[in-house]
Nanobody
Framework: QLSLVESGGGLVQPGGSLRLACRASGFFLDNYSIGWFRQAPGKEREGVSCISTTDWTDYAHSVTGRFTISRDNAENTVYLQMNNLKPEDTAVYYC??????????????????WGQGTQVTVSS
């Protein structure tokens, strides 16, 4: 069974940091572009960041300079390091396989379905 499982969320104060993990089972992550998405209450799901098979990365404007995406193929895991968190980062975060064209990842889910996600709450 192919699956991605998110973890690492929690409650953090503004300005704090969290590292989210997206672990794959049943397949090798290094063959796929992987994206992180988030959905805040009452809002549509939005793309946050993605990493291609060639380690090309992309970020939403709202997180550029604060979030860093990386992959550890030995651990079959993609990470999202989130620094200087803001209350507006509060959301459920999801990872998924995304499209890739010419080595560039595209923040659009490539089939499959969403996992359970991991809750990130930024509040004082």
């Amino acid at each position: 069974q192919l699956s991605l499982v998110e973890s690492g969320g929690g409650l953090v104060q503004p300005g704090g940091s969290l590292r989210l993990a997206c672990r794959a089972s049943g397949f090798f992550l290094d063959n796929y572009s992987i994206g992180w998405f988030r959905q805040a209450p009452g809002k549509e799901r939005e793309g946050v960041s993605c990493i291609s098979t060639t380690d090309w990365t992309d970020y939403a404007h709202s997180v550029t300079g604060r979030f860093t995406i990386s992959r550890d193929n030995a651990e079959n895991t993609v990470y999202l390091q989130m620094n200087n968190l803001k209350p507006e980062d509060t959301a459920v975060y999801y990872c998924a396989a995304v499209y890739q064209r010419s080595g560039v990842c595209i923040l659009v889910i490539e089939g499959g379905s969403w996992g359970q996600g991991t809750q990130v709450t930024v509040s004082s």
